[in-house]
């Protein structure tokens, strides 16, 4: 079956006289930017601007309402159950309570470098609502990797045993009794 081919065109068409009378008259005018910019130029624009320019703040009010650690948890783990989609995020949140410290900062200890990285993405969400919640427009956030968490697997037989009998001291007794030995 024979397949019909179109090869593509492109219309060109000269000015009408009305377009070119229009061109010439200056009826469309279109303001030129400058060829080059500095970023002189542009600071210039920006500071003769009426209006200065202000960073965004999530509160204009400036709270500074105390509250307790037990406030902090409350506030973090509602906020963490409202969390559905994002089950790693949520986990990571009930697992991983904060700690309050001075000058209304908080410390939350992740156990991984993932953990830190999905809560430092919604970090400016939740310390809006804590902020909110918590009526404190001075709540910060650090989080950090709690190094002390390593796993220690056994590998050989006897980390084994010795990691099982830390579990249950009358292991020992019952190694005795039978006269066991750890090959």
Same mark, same amino acid.
């Given at each position: 079956?024979?397949?019909?081919?179109?090869?593509?065109?492109?219309?060109? *068409? *000269?000015?009408?006289?009305?377009? &070119?009378? =229009?061109?010439?008259?200056?009826?469309?005018?279109?303001?030129?930017?400058?060829?080059?910019?500095?970023?002189?130029?542009?600071?210039?624009?920006?500071?003769?601007?009426?209006?200065?320019?202000?960073?965004? &703040?999530?509160?204009?009010?400036?709270? &500074?309402?105390?509250?307790?650690?037990?406030?902090?948890?409350? $506030?973090?783990?509602?906020?963490?159950?409202?969390?559905?989609?994002?089950?790693?995020?949520?986990?990571?949140?009930?697992? $991983?309570?904060?700690?309050?410290?001075? =000058?209304?900062?908080?410390?939350?200890?992740?156990?991984?470098?993932?953990?830190?990285? &999905?809560?430092? *993405?919604? $970090?400016?969400?939740?310390?809006?609502?804590?902020?909110?919640?918590?009526?404190?427009?001075?709540?910060?956030?650090?989080?950090?990797?709690?190094?002390?968490?390593?796993?220690?697997?056994?590998?050989?037989?006897?980390?084994?045993?010795?990691?099982?009998?830390?579990?249950?001291?009358?292991?020992?007794?019952?190694?005795?009794?039978?006269?066991?030995?750890?090959?």
């Amino acid at each position: 079956m024979p397949q019909s081919t179109t090869t593509p065109t492109l219309n060109v *068409s *000269s000015p009408s006289p009305k377009q &070119e009378e =229009n061109k010439n008259t200056g009826a469309n005018n279109v303001k030129r930017l400058p060829k080059s910019t500095s970023f002189k130029d542009l600071i210039k624009k920006d500071s003769t601007a009426s209006e200065p320019i202000q960073a965004y &703040e999530l509160n204009k009010t400036k709270d &500074e309402n105390p509250f307790s650690q037990e406030d902090l948890v409350r $506030c973090w783990n509602l906020y963490a159950e409202k969390l559905e989609k994002q089950a790693h995020l949520k986990n990571t949140m009930l697992n $991983c309570q904060p700690v309050l410290k001075e =000058n209304y900062q908080f410390e939350v200890s992740v156990h991984n470098p993932v953990q830190k990285d &999905e809560l430092a *993405s919604c $970090c400016i969400e939740l310390l809006q609502v804590l902020r909110t919640q918590l009526k404190n427009s001075n709540i910060q956030i650090l989080i950090r990797i709690d190094e002390t968490n390593e796993k220690k697997l056994a590998y050989t037989s006897t980390e084994k045993y010795e990691h099982l009998n830390n579990i249950n001291p009358l292991l020992d007794k019952l190694r005795d009794e039978f006269d066991l030995t750890i090959d």
